[in-house]
């Protein structure tokens, strides 16, 4: 499995560690942005280990996540290839994580 950072993925994944850094300093940042990184490359062994996401599925797509504490990775699988959707902050509410995740699918049909 081969995995792909979407645009937006790689967007909020440094307004994120932006966050972090400015708040906690380069050296947390740089945890953060580790453990992040490792839990994505696991997805090349282990593709389907996150929670599945029924409301985006499909035949082509399949859309899963995982909790990377504070944060939530989105991806889909689709062939042999996993595109990472976003990285978002667990507390945003609910509502605006759902419509990042579905305005990106909605943008990105061919998937």
């Known amino acids: ?18 966050y972090v850094e400015s708040n906690y300093g380069r050296i947390v940042a740089t945890k953060v942005y580790d453990r992040i990184n490792r839990h994505v490359e696991t997805l090349m062994l282990f593709p389907r280990i996150g929670v599945r996401v029924p409301l985006y599925a499909n ?12 944060n939530i990775i989105h991806y889909l699988i689709t062939g042999n290839t996993i595109i990472v959707i976003s990285v978002l902050d667990t507390r945003r ?8 995740v579905s305005d990106f699918i909605e943008s990105n049909a061919k998937y």
């Open 59 to 70: 035949n082509e797509i399949e859309v899963r996540y995982l909790i990377n504490t504070p």
């Open 1 to 18: 499995m081969e995995v792909v950072w979407s645009r937006l993925a790689k967007e909020t994944l440094v307004d994120i560690l932006n």
């Open 93 to 100: 509410s609910p509502m605006a994580i759902n419509k990042i």
